[in-house]
Structure formats: C-alpha cells, structure tokens
T-cell receptor, first 112, second 116 residues
C-alpha cells in the first residue's frame, strides 16, 4: 500500500473551513484514498473515501488532484467537536481484502 | 447503519490471566474483521485480519499464540489475550468491513485493557 504524508498538526477557527492536506505520490491506479478521524479515546470514525473523482457527503468533501498524488479533506464549517486526529490512508478498493494501515495523521485543533 | 460494538469497554485484570474481547457488527454482516492495538500517543497498529470461518492472518511481530482470534459468525469476532502481562496494557480496537456506503471498514469504540 502506498504511504501518505500529512502535517502533524493544524489549527482552525470555529465556523471556518478546515482544509487537511495529504500527499500520496506513490498511489497506484487501483488504490483508494480513505479518511478517518479519531476523537480522543474512541475508535476511528469513517469520513469519506474516493478513487479519482471529488466526493462529498454530509460530513466532508474530498478533493483529489488529477494526477492523484495528493488530496484535501474539507470540513466546510468546523466545530469544536471536529477536534480530532485525522488519518489519510491509501488502500485497495472497498470490498477487497485491503487493510488500513494508519500513519501518524494530522491533529486538528478547532479553536473558538 | 454500520455500527460496530465492543465488549467490554474497559477491563482490568491481574498478570497471568486471560481476557476476551468481543467485537460485533450490529446491523450488517462482516466477512472480514480487523484487530488493532494503540498505545498512548501513538497511532493504530494492525494486529490481525480475521475472516469468518477461517484462521486469522497475523501481522509480522504479533504472536498468534498470545492473541487468539476467533471469527465464528458473520457478526462476531473475539480477541483473547492469553496470559496477559503489564506490557499488554493497551487500547484494543476492532473494525468490521461491510455495510453502507460501500463495504467500508467501520470501527468499534475500543477496549481499554489494563494488566496489573
């Protein structure tokens, strides 16, 4: 599985958009980009995933560059409850055996 | 949908005893479940992949005789930490693959194990 690089920490003002970047320059053609977050002392929460098209759901938007070497997770209106560690993971398609290998993630601190 | 539960949420045991942790997919069938371990201030580390009806596949460095995994049904996997020692104290998290939106992995809330 391709490795990902994320900044270790970011701050965001409450109510503003949080843009979390992820580099995955060695991603292969059949690998998806997954985003999870972990709030302190809880299990990770699924956010969104995509292959090459931009994706949006009720939680966030995922923007994947055309060359697929990087992506950005966007939380449109961050709240204090969005403070968490965000993990960007590259793995096989859903339904495949694809294991999720977690890196260090980005700690997002949403401030009032 | 796509809810995964774990039991117990917290357990304290004496050194040398065995502890069983249950992972259940509540509203979907999971052919594959995964077990992770997380030490304080560290990321999740995958321990093993569990497929219903077959033997678990362990990651390199994980002792299969110490961490026994059973996946007897499509909604239940168990992790037994045998002869637990203080260094096994950790946060154990399971995930199950399936459900909505498209066969994604969903995680349980975790089990905090403390070995005295």
């Amino acid at each position: 599985d391709a490795k990902t690089t994320q900044p270790p920490s970011m701050d965001c003002a409450e109510g503003r958009a949080a843009n979390l970047p992820c580099n995955h320059s060695t991603i292969s053609g059949n690998e998806y980009v997954y985003w999870y977050r972990q709030i302190h002392s809880q299990g990770p929460q699924y956010i969104i995933h995509g292959l090459k098209n931009n994706e949006t759901n009720e939680m966030a938007s995922l923007i994947i560059t055309e060359d697929r070497k990087s992506s950005t997770l966007i939380l449109p209106h961050a709240t204090l409850r969005d403070t968490a560690v965000y993990y960007c993971i590259v793995s096989g398609r859903p339904g495949n055996t694809g294991k999720l290998i977690f890196g260090q993630g980005t700690t997002l601190q949403v401030k009032p | 949908g796509a809810v995964v539960s774990q039991h117990p949420s917290r357990v304290i045991c004496k050194s040398g005893t065995s502890v069983k942790i249950e992972c259940r997919s509540l509203d979907f069938q999971a052919t594959t479940m995964f077990w992770y371990r997380q030490f304080p201030k560290q990321s999740l580390m995958l321990m093993a992949t569990s497929n219903e009806g077959s033997k678990a596949t362990y990651e390199q460095g994980v002792e299969k005789d110490k961490f026994l995994i059973n996946h007897a049904s499509l909604t239940l996997s168990t992790l037994t930490v045998t002869s637990a020692h203080p260094e096994d104290s950790s946060f154990y998290i399971c995930s199950a693959r399936g459900g909505f939106p498209t066969d994604t992995q969903y995680f349980g809330p975790g089990t905090r194990l403390t070995v005295l």
